[in-house]
């Protein structure tokens, strides 16, 4: 069984960092990342194959985000780095149990963390 918990909702200043946890359990094939403002689809950020780390990011966070894995404590982060005002979103984690390839549409994702407001002000 799955379960996804993430904590955080925080607020940051333009340029600042942030570290998002995504506590997961199970068996599964890969985590994803994703944002979403009000009003707007669901935005994938990237994802991370558990088994072999490897890591893939949308056009729009490369060089600023970065997905890694803490595998004994079965934690995924999400590093944001100069983070932009435009950033600001409900940001969700959510698991793929099922094997094969991953990729960053949400419909690729089963189960889903409750998410977490991150704000950023300018």
């Known amino acids: 069984q799955v379960q996804l918990a993430e904590s955080g909702g925080v607020s940051v200043q333009a340029g600042g960092s942030l570290r998002l946890p995504c506590a997961v359990s199970?068996?599964?094939?890969?985590m994803g990342w994703f944002r979403q403002i009000p009003g707007k689809e669901r935005e994938g950020i990237g994802f991370i194959y558990i088994r072999s780390g490897d890591t893939f990011y949308a056009d729009s966070v490369k060089g600023r985000f970065t997905i890694s894995q803490d595998s004994i404590a079965h934690i995924v982060y999400l590093q944001m780095d100069s983070l932009k005002p435009e950033d600001t979103a409900m940001y969700y984690c959510a698991s793929r149990s099922v094997w094969g390839s991953c990729g960053i549409q949400p419909t690729h994702f089963q189960n889903w963390g409750q998410g977490t407001q991150v704000n950023v002000s300018s």
């Open positions: 199970g068996n599964i094939n890969c």
